[in-house]
């Protein structure tokens, strides 16, 4: 039952830190979500390894993040008052001209800013794939660590001795 009402507040903190993006359409909630949209008001993402793409013609007021890995991509002339983001290893993309106020909660985040007009070939690319990766994904090795050899665990660890 605490654990429940515990769950509960813990909910409620994290709504209500976001603000009234969550209250209203103007959100993104889950995890690996790829949208590119025009978007008005106060933007909420929630969740991790989303990739946003705000369009030309947007008007946001606010751009709040609570996740990790989540990447933002803010065209020009978007205007943007604040950005908040609750979380880590977030990367928004804002054009250079852009003047915002920022509150950055957690490890590795990072706002960008990027020349004007380099914005419009990564929109039309990632319209044409039907919101599918822009560029390909490099195979991963699965080399692994050589053995351990040795005794550098220390006695006792480990060997069923209480």
């Known amino acids: 039952m605490s654990t429940r009402i515990l769950m509960g507040l813990g909910m409620a903190a994290l709504l209500g ?4 993006a969550y209250r209203t359409g103007n959100r993104v ?5 790829k949208r590119s949209t025009t978007w008005y008001g106060e933007l909420g993402i929630t969740g991790h390894l989303n990739e946003v793409i705000v369009e030309p013609g947007s008007k946001l007021t606010k751009l709040s993040i609570i996740g990790e890995g989540n990447t933002v991509q803010v065209a020009d002339g978007v205007p943007l008052g604040k950005i908040e ?7 928004i993309y804002i054009p250079e001209n852009l003047d915002i106020r920022s509150d950055l909660v957690g490890k ?9 007009g380099s914005f419009a070939k990564k929109t039309t690319e990632y319209r044409e794939t039907g919101g599918e990766e822009l560029a390909p994904v490099e195979e991963a090795t699965t080399e692994t ?15 069923g001795t209480p």
């Not at 830190?17 to 009234?20: E, I, K, T």
């Not at 909630?29 to 979500?33: P, Q, W």
């Not at 983001?85 to 990367?91: A, K, Q, R």
């Open 17 to 20: 830190v976001a603000g009234c």
């Open 29 to 33: 909630f889950g995890d690996n979500v």
């Open 85 to 91: 983001v609750w979380g880590g290893n977030n990367t």
């Open 108 to 116: 590795g985040n990072r706002i960008i800013p990027r020349p004007l």
């Open 145 to 159: 660590a050589p053995p351990v050899t040795g005794t550098d665990t220390p006695s006792g660890v480990g060997d």
